[in-house]
């Protein structure tokens, strides 16, 4: 995640998964947002579901992703990448305030689509498609 490369590209948007995950399972979407570019719809709309959940009292369980597949290509040298992540995510349970658990999704393998920006020694996260997996 280091690098300006594919490889460093396919880690980072990994992480963003990693992020993604623990925004819905702590509430806490501060280190989501200061990866995400201020144009990322997907961003917007996770942290707005989090905020969502969070003033609502609910919280949520979700295993961790698993990243099935990845490629990625170097858009423009050292700074635009695009990557594709295959990834099954478990089912997701919401968590009432009554403590009350509710599965509300059965989980899936889906491929996240990112466009990453390298820009100084930071990884951004500028936008994310989710499609059914080629897998």
């Known amino acids: 995640m280091d690098e300006p490369t594919t490889d460093g590209a396919i880690a980072a948007a990994t992480y963003f998964l990693q992020l993604h995950d623990y ?12 990866m995400s570019g201020e144009s990322c719809d997907f961003c917007t709309y996770v942290n707005g579901q989090v905020q ?6 609910y919280s949520s369980i979700r295993g961790p ?11 423009r040298e050292d700074e635009w990448f695009r990557v594709r992540l295959s990834a099954h995510q478990g089912p997701l ?5 009554d ?3 509710t599965q509300t999704s059965e989980g899936g393998t889906v491929d996240f689509i990112f466009a990453i920006s ?3 020694d930071d990884w951004r996260v500028e936008g994310v498609d989710v499609e059914e997996s080629q897998l």
């Open 23 to 34: 925004a819905f399972s702590t509430g806490d979407t501060k280190p989501l947002l200061a």
């Open 52 to 57: 969502s959940m969070v003033s609502t009292g």
């Open 65 to 75: 992703v698993d990243i099935l597949g990845a490629d990625s290509a170097e858009i």
């Open 93 to 97: 349970t919401a968590v009432a305030p």
């Open 99 to 101: 403590g009350t658990r």
């Open 118 to 120: 390298r820009i100084s």
